[in-house]
């Protein structure tokens, strides 16, 4: 992936749009992120009592299609010269808008929104953020995800 100076990145605020590869959410997956989470709702792990839901069988966590951004936005936003950290800021605004079955492919679409120098060296950059579901007319989800970044200079 390419890298822009910090003085390039800012620029491109309100410009900057990216889409990340695709990757699939599998069953194997969601059980994996339910071990971690301590979240073993049926709708999540139970194929069989999945299959009489409104779902017609298992979905992922919403958090998990949440957790994925940060691989998706490694994948495909530009990174900056000088970086030696970034760090998840939070959020203004998450919401869940389609359930993602297992097997599902997801990808993360992203728009730099701003990115403003809070103190010296430490950025705060603003993405308006999508993960679409292959083949589904609405996104898993949309956010506006903050960010820092630590620059040397």
């Not at 059980?31 to 779902?55: C, G, R, S, W, Y």
């Not at 069988?57 to 994948?75: C, M, P, R, Y």
């Not at 953020?129 to 903050?146: F, G, R, T, Y």
């Amino acid at each position: 992936m390419s890298k822009l100076n910090i003085e390039e990145f800012v620029s491109q605020a309100g410009t900057l749009q990216r889409t990340s590869e695709w990757i699939t959410v599998d069953q194997d997956t969601i059980n994996m992120f339910a071990d971690a989470t301590h979240d073993h709702q049926f709708i999540h792990v139970d194929l069989e009592k999945a299959k009489h839901t409104p779902f017609k069988g298992t979905i992922a966590h919403g958090f998990l299609s949440l957790s994925l951004l940060s691989k998706f936005v490694e994948d495909c936003m530009p990174g900056i010269v000088g970086a030696v950290m970034g760090v998840n800021y939070g959020f203004d605004k998450i919401r869940f808008l389609m359930p993602v079955p297992a097997g599902s492919r997801l990808r993360g679409n992203f728009k730099l929104v701003s990115c403003e120098e809070r103190n010296p060296g430490e950025y705060l950059s603003k993405y308006e953020v999508s993960v679409e579901i292959e083949n589904m007319d609405k996104p898993a989800l949309v956010a506006e995800w903050l960010a820092l970044t630590f620059i040397q200079k």
